[in-house]
């Protein structure tokens, strides 16, 4: 299991002990861009300045680039990667203050400026300049330069003189990398040093790429005579059941059949577990591994009685859980949507834009990452007890964070029972999982976050026939027509986000 203790201790200290005031007029700034990492998220604001939580606040903070406006960012491991207007990259530290540090000259010693793209995975980075070129800093994850990844590279030029570059994403397995004339081109991951890049076999120029931190890459290829700016998409690699299919393929291979799509796709991204696109009608679909409701279809696996650590409310974070199967299913209907925002490097949550520049997020919200001021103050053992489900609408330039307690959910059906005669009564009941103020106060004017039981279902699990439950979704309720032996019902409930609870009763009925 992933943890970040030193992050949970510090973040709790801010919601207790408050911290500086807002610095912005929230009313007059709107998000431009979201920036996610692991533990940590910052928003892009439309001044131009990076905010974020940081330690002391108890609202998004100023993170300083030199007096410089922010043109565009990616995440890292709980830091952020920042260009600036000259096109110089500006690095967040994980020291939990607002100090960033600029990256002056590349590994020949010339200024490190120009650059108009980047990308971000764990320690590893990314940039595309104005000429094309891609260069990469950080640790030698990818096995570029040398066989181990443990040296920390200055940025040096990994494309080949004379290409030219648009979009480069790293993943897990792959850099991937599209050119301005729609080639798609991969640096795998490999043991022996490998610094050049692989072309792959698409039918047509690529409009878009994507790339996953499991074993899956794709590109979007227009329809012959269709829009050049949108398209549909063409797949590769083994983990063929976060995309829902079940063969995998070494060259893009289109599953638009699969995915039983008709209109083309003009924006797709992945975070670590899922794919999320927005079609051309505006329309957000969302596929993969399910476990913490990142599909945001209003499901998730983890907050269920017979997930292995429950009622603990935490991932196993095991892979491969719980996909969600093809083709991919609409989400946050109702909506126009514009851009989506996530990362590759173990982020269980997402973020996504509409036409009218309102951010929603949904998924796992450790550490506040939701941008909805809700922060579990266990959530280094419960870190899904404030999961999100569907994308929900949030304002994290002005929202208060404010910490709360976790309370684990439980059941009772009730203590065993010896009856004689053909009745008995079951009674059951259930708590849902409640996080309640950590504060005297609660600075967001909430002092309750939790669930409700939304349904109760008895069941009779084993003992002679004829025994019939008169009303088995009351939690209390009358069984008839038992007869001498021994019988065993279940009592199950759900809770507003999915969860289950089970508990069993024995009731033995003797002789008259």
Known sequence: MRKNKHWRILFLACLIAGGPAFSQDA??????????????????????????????????????????????????????????????????????TTNTIRTDVDASGKPFNGNVFVDAYANCTVTIQQDGSIWFLGNDYYHLFQKTDDRVYPPTRISPPGMKFKKVLLGGYRILALTTDGQVYEWLRTPNPNP??????????????????????????????????????????????????????????????????????????????????????????????????????????????????????????????FPSGAPPVQIGMGVKWKHLYSNNWFTFFKYAQDEQDSIYSWGRNKAAVLGNGLFNVQDQYSCNALDVLKPTMVHPLSVTAQGYNFTPPTIDAGPDQVVTGTEARLSGKA???????????????????????????????????????????????????????????????????????????NITVKQK
């Not at 993170?63 to 000259?86: C, H, M, Q, S, W």
């Open 27 to 96: 009313e007059h700034v709107y998000v431009k861009k979201v920036i996610v990492a692991e533990y940590r998220v910052w928003y892009l604001g439309s001044d131009g300045v990076v905010y974020g939580y940081n330690n002391g606040s108890v609202r998004p903070v100023p993170f300083p680039i030199g007096g410089k406006r922010a043109v565009t960012g990616a995440g890292g491991f709980n830091v952020f990667r920042v260009l600036d207007e000259d096109g110089y990259l500006w690095t967040s530290q994980t020291n939990y």
């Open 196 to 321: 050049n890049p692989v072309k792959k076999n698409i039918p047509r120029p690529a409009c878009d790429i994507f790339n996953a931190h499991h074993n899956v890459a794709g590109a979007i290829i227009p329809d012959p005579g269709g829009s050049k700016s949108m398209g549909y998409p063409y797949v590769w690699g083994a983990t063929t059941s976060m995309y829902g299919g079940t063969q995998a393929y070494t060259q893009p291979t289109s599953i638009k059949a699969l995915w039983k799509m008709k209109v083309p796709i003009k924006e797709i991204i992945t975070n670590v577990n899922t794919i999320h696109y927005i079609d051309s009608l505006g329309r957000m679909f969302g596929i993969g591994f399910n476990a913490s409701g990142e599909v945001g279809n209003g499901q998730e696996f983890i907050n269920k009685y017979n997930y292995p650590g429950f009622p603990g409310y935490g991932s196993t974070f095991a892979d491969y859980q």
């Open 431 to 505: 708590i849902p999982p409640l996080l309640i103020k950590a504060t005297p106060m609660a600075a967001n004017g909430i002092d309750t976050v939790g669930y409700t039981i939304v349904s109760y279902k008895w069941t009779k699990v084993k003992g002679p026939a004829g025994a019939k439950i008169t009303n088995p979704d009351s939690p209390v309720t009358t069984v008839k027509g038992l007869v001498p032996g021994i019988y065993t019902f279940n009592l199950q409930t759900v809770d507003s986000n999915t969860g289950t609870l089970s508990d069993d009763i």
